[in-house]
């Protein structure tokens, strides 16, 4: 997979991988020894208070799943068509949860931008922005506030003003990042003038483009008149939205600005040509640094400029005199006029055509993808022209792009698990016995993500994925132990599943705790970038609590339909030489097993 959700399963699939070829090693070389070290027969269960009491604790655990076991073998088919409704509950839980990307985060950062009137001035947006600051600044959880305004590379424009809040630490305050962020927002907007825009910086950023809210929807047309008029009625839609906060747009189309008309041919008549009249303009309003000033401890550059009050008067064109032949000073209104238009103050683009980016932030409770289908539903009942173009960019563009290709992931996945299965137990049908137990992992999994209000993210598809190992062990332990006693011992299906199921309940809870515990620090973390590995625990602790006790009475009557299916339609099973060859041994592990569980 490319792109960021490739780079983040490339890092998953190595850390996981690496693990498992450690944990192999080990338990193939070091476990053995340390068992023939420490574990003696007299002293398998210990002698002392707390071990007699969890023995006679799982003692009558194991006879309450017996009983149940015994329950369900009697009742087969009940039991196997909730195998079958649990498979279609796992694919409608999954077209209804809400689909996001990652978890907006709280990092202890906020990113903000400030924008005003499009003819406002460099000095009337710093006295803005620093209005803005003021407010910003009085908020408890707010440690330090730092804004710059002024056209540059981040900043294209001087009717804008970046601004950067740091929050104090989680353990100092009670509210999150967006609580602080929707406190702030009914502050800010007493400051007349201004609109002033807000968004939870995150560890993960997708795009390049740095926009007023954290997701992006841009729109591109090839005439820019059309893209002017369609642009805000978009706009405008988006903002009646519930499902969408702080609805933004970057055009800018009504900067009213002078125009200066040149007659180039009295200028040429004066000896006036036009890269003097730049020059003469450029000297009198565009800040031009004419010297520096050196001290002791600092530097000064000089500037020149005509006065500040000249700056915002535009009669004063009419005062600028330009140096002719001869050094006469000719006036500007001599050879020229003025004429005042309204004109965009800046026009995007987004390759080669004009481009308008809305941006908006989610409502609580929201998740990304309810607002993706709720924007694709607005443009297809709005009719706009063939020639528009609306696309999602940054984050958004690349959940749309993980909803096509994490499928597919998750169908490779078991694909492979299928193929090695199939191999290892030279069998077409018992790997799809293993298979079945993983729609109990994928129901819990979704419903504890939904009961705890959570989207179905990048990082809990993790989780799912991390669960299709951690799930499948479980029938693997039932089944591998079945198939032995079936072919070597030649018992029936139901008397070797029913033995399996018992003599395998213990390392079967063992393993399944294990990894529920292990997932637990990760579900209930906290302090900052929790919010982007929580998903990933309670998809695992979910699904494990589910599959757990449902897989424990589900596989064994999916073996034994699957079972009579393999008789049926196939030809009898004839171990392989390996198999014969290593047939008397099993049969000693297998009485040695059912002695032990004695």
């Not at 989610?362 to 539903?377: E, F, M, N, T």
Request: with cysteine.
């Amino acid at each position: 997979m490319g792109g960021i959700i490739g780079r983040l399963f490339r890092e998953f699939a190595v850390t996981v991988t690496v693990a498992v070829m450690a944990s192999a090693f080990v338990s193939l070389t070091l476990t053995p020894v340390l068992c023939s070290l420490f574990l003696k027969e007299q002293g398998l269960h210990g002698s002392g208070r707390f071990n007699r009491a969890a023995e006679r604790a799982f003692e009558a655990f194991l006879k309450i799943y017996d009983r149940g076991l015994r329950f369900v073998l009697r009742h087969q088919l009940p039991t196997f068509l909730s195998t079958l409704l649990l498979i279609v509950l796992t694919g409608y839980l999954y077209v209804i949860i809400p689909k996001g990307f990652f978890p907006e985060q709280d990092t202890g950062f906020i990113f903000g931008q400030a924008d005003s009137r499009q003819d406002i001035s460099f000095e009337a947006m710093a006295r803005k922005a620093q209005q803005i600051v003021d407010v910003v600044r009085q908020d408890p959880s707010v440690s330090g506030v730092f804004a710059f305004t002024g056209a540059s590379a981040y900043n294209p424009t001087e009717n804008t003003a970046r601004v950067f809040i740091q929050l104090v630490p989680h353990n100092q305050r009670s509210e999150t990042s967006n609580q602080i962020i929707r406190r702030l927002r009914p502050k800010v907007a007493a400051v007349e003038g201004v609109k002033f825009f807000m968004q939870s910086g995150q560890d993960i950023s997708i795009g390049g483009r740095l926009s007023r809210t954290l997701y992006q929807y841009t729109l591109t047309d090839t005439d820019v008149e059309e893209l002017n008029h369609w642009a805000p009625i978009i706009e405008r839609e988006m903002r009646k939205m519930p499902e969408l906060e702080d609805v933004a747009s970057d055009q800018q189309i009504a900067a009213p600005h002078i125009a200066i008309d040149i007659d180039r041919d009295a200028a040429s008549r004066m000896g006036i040509s036009p890269s003097l009249i730049d020059e003469t303009l450029y000297d009198a309003f565009g800040q031009r640094q004419v010297a520096t000033i050196y001290t002791a401890t600092s530097q000064y550059k000089v500037v020149l400029e005509v006065k500040p009050e000249f700056q915002t008067d535009p009669s004063a064109l009419s005062k600028i005199y330009v140096s002719g032949p001869g050094g006469a000073q000719i006036p500007l209104s001599a050879f020229s006029h003025f004429t005042s238009k309204v004109e965009p103050l800046s026009v995007n683009h987004q390759g080669q055509f004009p481009a308008v980016t809305l941006s908006f932030n989610l409502a609580p409770g929201v998740a990304l993808g309810q607002a993706v289908d709720k924007i694709q539903a607005m443009m297809a009942q709005l009719r706009v022209p063939q020639t528009l173009d609306g696309s999602f960019q940054g984050t958004a563009q690349a959940f749309q792009a993980s909803l096509s290709s994490t499928p597919l992931l998750v169908a490779a996945a078991i694909l492979v698990v299928y193929i090695v299965l199939g191999m290892l137990y030279e069998s077409y049908i018992h790997p799809i016995t293993i298979l079945s137990s993983l729609p109990s992992a994928g129901v819990g999994a979704l419903l504890a993500l939904m009961l705890l209000h959570y989207d179905l993210s990048v990082i809990a598809m993790i989780g799912v994925i991390l669960l299709i190992g951690i799930v499948k062990k479980n029938a693997i332990m039932m089944i591998d132990f079945a198939l032995q006693a079936e072919r070597l011992e030649g018992k029936n299906p139901q008397e070797a599943i029913h033995q399996a199921c018992l003599l395998r309940f213990r390392p079967i809870m063992m393993t399944t705790f294990a990894a529920l515990f292990g997932s637990l620090p990760i579900a209930l973390g906290q302090g900052a970038g929790s919010e982007l590995r929580r998903p990933l625990g309670i998809a695992i602790v979910g699904g494990l609590l589910v599959s757990q006790w449902l897989t424990l009475y589900t596989t064994p009557i999916i073996y034994l339909y699957l079972e009579r299916l393999s008789r049926w339609v196939g030809r009898p099973y004839r171990p392989s030489r390996v198999q014969e060859a290593l047939s008397d041994t099993s049969r000693a592990a297998l009485a040695q097993g059912r002695h032990a569980a004695e």
